[in-house]
T-cell receptor, first 113, second 110 residues
Framework: DGGITQSPKYLFRKEGQNVTLSCEQN?????MYWYRQDPGQGLRLIYY???????QKGDIAEGYSVSREKKESFPLTVTSAQKNPTAFYLC????????????FGDGTRLSIL | GENVEQHPSTLSVQEGDSAVIKCTYS??????FPWYKQELGKGPQLIID?????GEKKDQRIAVTLNKTAKHFSLHITETQPEDSAVYFC?????????FGGGTRLMVKP
């Protein structure tokens, strides 16, 4: 089945540690996105990538980094500079044209130890 | 992106009743309006979307209406069932970047 796979489902971070969240898609989509969701709130854009080897900051990029070396993969690193990393992280993908839906994975829940 | 306000934040209905969720946006360039359903511990799933060249779209028990002049759009769910219980998000886009509302928690009581 085509879709987006996020792993792990649950992740714990120690103080001062960087952690990387995986996102893989087999939908042949050029565009990929990372969102952060806090309890009872909507989705806020962290980073997005319209094409391989290119990515742009979203609204809340501080403390995060990404790479886009392959079309299928868009990993997100939560660095030690992100002081409040506890949240639900969602990855999405879409075709890179206007008026098209984004398709989401099932998220990674990150907590602080 | 431009903000979108979503109301109500929680909605409780009796099974079989209708549910209506409303969103208001400010970017007059917005031309794509999807609605997503998110179940606990899962990612949002697209349930219906509408583009600005139409005013209404229906898919079985779900319908969306769009008023571009007033800059608001609504989700209507008829004959609600317990499995409709979830958090619903509206979104809008000018281009391919979505801006999401804050979500509505819908509870359908059997």
């Amino acid at each position: 089945d085509g879709g987006i796979t996020q792993s792990p489902k649950y992740l714990f971070r120690k103080e001062g540690q960087n952690v990387t969240l995986s996102c893989e898609q087999n939908l042949n989509h050029d565009a990929m996105y990372w969102y952060r969701q806090d309890p009872g709130q909507g989705l806020r854009l962290i980073y997005y990538s319209q094409i391989v080897n290119d990515f742009q900051k979203g609204d809340i990029a501080e403390g995060y980094s990404v790479s886009r070396e392959k079309k299928e993969s868009f990993p997100l690193t939560v660095t030690s500079a992100q002081k409040n990393p506890t949240a639900f992280y969602l990855c999405a993908s879409s075709v890179p044209t206007s008026n098209q839906p984004q398709h989401f994975g099932d998220g990674t829940r990150l907590s602080i130890l | 992106g431009e903000n979108v306000e979503q109301h109500p934040s929680t909605l409780s209905v009796q099974e079989g009743d209708s549910a209506v969720i409303k969103c208001t946006y400010s970017d007059s360039a917005s031309n794509y309006f999807p609605w997503y359903k998110q179940e606990l511990g899962k990612g949002p799933q697209l349930i219906i979307d509408i583009r600005s060249n139409v005013g209404e779209k229906k898919d079985q028990r779900i319908a969306v209406t769009l008023n571009k002049t007033a800059k608001h759009f609504s989700l209507h769910i008829t004959e609600t069932q317990p499995e409709d219980s979830a958090v619903y998000f509206c979104a809008h886009a000018a281009g391919n970047m979505l801006t999401f509302g804050g979500g509505t928690r819908l509870m359908v009581k059997p």
